[in-house]
């Protein structure tokens, strides 16, 4: 997974917590 700021880091770890299993 490339994380592309902080921000999104941020927001995919909430939102996409499953996503990225």
Do not use: F
């Not at 997974?1 to 299993?21: E, K």
């Amino acid at each position: 997974m490339s994380n592309n700021g902080s921000a999104s880091a941020r927001s995919a770890r909430r939102a996409n917590r499953a996503a990225y299993t």
